[in-house]
């Protein structure tokens, strides 16, 4: 099944606890990109990555690193968590962008909480 | 002024209803919408995209698209209680790479 996998699905930690969320995909997809939802605010891009170790930062990126040594793997690392970073965290992937259309896939998200 | 507005809702409208979603943006150059279903707790789920002028039909689902205006509308003919989810507005940014901009959604609930 084509999918986009994420873990942990849930976490809670503590402040300055280093913490690493993994993505996967098994669709062969050159782009991946992670978000963050928060209430009101709606999804915002944290990192994204062209393919293999190409990333760039997107909106929301203090906090955050990503390392891109594989295809179909993309990490999101929190060196030192703190309570703001408290979300909701997609992992995303698609094809090359090319033309108009370019689906991106979700994963199944994270809540993590940080006390 | 945010580059993608959405009405937050909720929306509430009755079964067999019409529901008519609305979007506005701010990025001239964008050429890609979409829309994106997300149930509560769940992950956003691609339901139509859009790029031309006009209306674009699949099922029940009507996107329709005004670049002049800066206005993306989805409609839900024939809503059902499983229509009940927060929908997402978002286009592709002009100015990045394979950037998608969301809104912050609206939230749509159908009562039998």
């Known amino acids: 099944e084509a999918q986009v996998t994420q873990n942990p699905r849930y976490l809670i930690t503590v402040t300055g606890k280093k913490l690493t969320v993994t993505c996967s995909q098994n669709?062969?997809?050159?782009?991946m990109s992670w978000y963050r939802q928060d209430p009101g605010l709606g999804l915002r891009q944290i990192y994204y990555?062209?393919?293999?170790?190409?990333?760039d930062k997107g909106d929301v990126p203090e906090g955050y690193k990503v390392s891109r040594k594989e295809k179909r793997n993309f990490p999101l690392i929190l060196e030192s968590p703190s309570p703001n970073q408290t979300s909701l965290y997609f992992c995303a992937s698609s094809l090359v962008p090319g033309g108009l259309y370019n689906e991106q896939f979700f994963g199944p998200g994270t809540r993590l909480t940080v006390l | 002024q945010k580059e993608v507005e959405q009405n937050s809702g909720p929306l509430s409208v009755p079964e067999g209803a019409i529901a008519s979603l609305n979007c506005t943006y701010s990025?001239?150059?964008?050429?890609?919408f979409f829309w994106y279903r997300q149930y509560s707790g769940k992950s956003p789920e691609l339901i139509m995209f859009?790029?031309?002028?006009g209306d674009k039909e699949d099922g029940r689902f009507t996107a329709q698209l005004n670049k002049a205006s800066q206005y993306v509308s989805l409609l839900i003919r024939d809503s059902q209680p499983s229509d009940s989810a927060t929908y997402l507005c978002?286009?592709?940014?002009?100015?990045?790479?394979?950037?998608?901009?969301f809104g912050a959604g609206t939230r749509l609930a159908v009562h039998p």
């Open positions: 990555s062209m393919n293999v170790e190409v990333t």
């Open positions: 978002a286009l592709r940014f002009s100015g990045g790479y394979n950037k998608l901009i």
């Open positions: 990025d001239r150059g964008s050429q890609s």
């Open positions: 669709m062969n997809h050159e782009y």
């Open positions: 859009i790029y031309s002028n």
